[in-house]
C-alpha cells in the first residue's frame, strides 16, 4: 500500500518569515500535485511535478520533486496571510487514475 | 464557466434516513470520484467512475452507493446514514487525458 506522510501537520507562523512543507514516501510516484483549499471550499491544484529533481516555482511557492520521485517539498518565502490555508500533496502511482493523498498541512500566517 | 457542483452544501439528517448528495459537473469529463474529508485524515476515496456505467470502490466504500448512468452525474447515496459517516464530502472531476483534479465546494453531512 502507497502512503504519503506529510509534515509538519500544523504550522503557524508571524508574516514575512519563510516555510517548507514535506511529502514523503518510500514508494515511488509517477507525478506529484499539491493543492490548496481554503475554509468552505474544495481544494484546487497548484502544481504537478513529473521529472525527479525538477523545481517549479509559482510567485513565492518553490516545489520540488525528489530524484527519486518519492518525496517532494513545498517552499514559501516572505509568507503572507494569503497563504493561509490547508495545503495538500497528492501522488500518483502506477495507475493515473489514483491519487494518494498526504493528510494535508494546516498553515496559518499571522499578520 | 467549468464547475462541479454538489448538493446539498449543508445536511443534517438523522441515523437511518436515507439521503442522496448530487453531483454534476460541466466539463464533459469522463472520470468521477467521491472522497470525504476527515481531521488528520485527509480526503479518502470513496468511490470512482472512470466513465458512464463504470464504477468501483475507492478505498473507504463501506456505507455508500453510487451510480453512473449519464456522463455528467455522479449521485452518492447513503443508504441507511449512520454516525460515523458525519463527514465533509467531495465530488470531483477530471479528463481522462488531463492531470487535474476539479472539486466541488462541498458538502457538509452531520447524522444524529
Known amino acids: 500500500t502507497q502512503l504519503l506522510e506529510q509534515s509538519p501537520q500544523f504550522l503557524s507562523i508571524q508574516e514575512g518569515e519563510n516555510l517548507t512543507v514535506y511529502c514523503n514516501s518510500s514508494s515511488v510516484f509517477s507525478s506529484l500535485q499539491w493543492y490548496r483549499q481554503e475554509p468552505g471550499e474544495g481544494p484546487v491544484l497548484l502544481v504537478t511535478v513529473v521529472t525527479g529533481g525538477e523545481v517549479k516555482k509559482l510567485k513565492r511557492l518553490t516545489f520540488q520533486f525528489g530524484d527519486a520521485r518519492k518525496d517532494s517539498s513545498l517552499h514559501i518565502t516572505a509568507a503572507q496571510p494569503g497563504d493561509t490555508g490547508l495545503y495538500l500533496c497528492a501522488g500518483a502511482g502506477d495507475s493515473n487514475y489514483q491519487l494518494i493523498w498526504g493528510a494535508g498541512t494546516k498553515l496559518i500566517i499571522k499578520p | 464557466e467549468a464547475q462541479v457542483t454538489q448538493n446539498p452544501r449543508y445536511l443534517i439528517t438523522v441515523t437511518g434516513k436515507k439521503l442522496t448528495v448530487t453531483c454534476s459537473q460541466n466539463?464533459?469529463?469522463?472520470?468521477m470520484s467521491w472522497y470525504r474529508q476527515d481531521p488528520g485524515l485527509g480526503l479518502r476515496q470513496i468511490y470512482y467512475s472512470m466513465n458512464v456505467e463504470v464504477t468501483d470502490k475507492g478505498d473507504v466504500p463501506e456505507g455508500y452507493k453510487v451510480s453512473r448512468k449519464e456522463k455528467r452525474n455522479f449521485p452518492l447515496i447513503l443508504e441507511s446514514p449512520s454516525p460515523n459517516q458525519t463527514s465533509l464530502y467531495f465530488c470531483a472531476s477530471r479528463s481522462r487525458y488531463g492531470n487535474t483534479i476539479y472539486f466541488g465546494e462541498g458538502s457538509w453531512l452531520t447524522v444524529v
Open positions: 466539463m464533459n469529463h469522463e472520470y
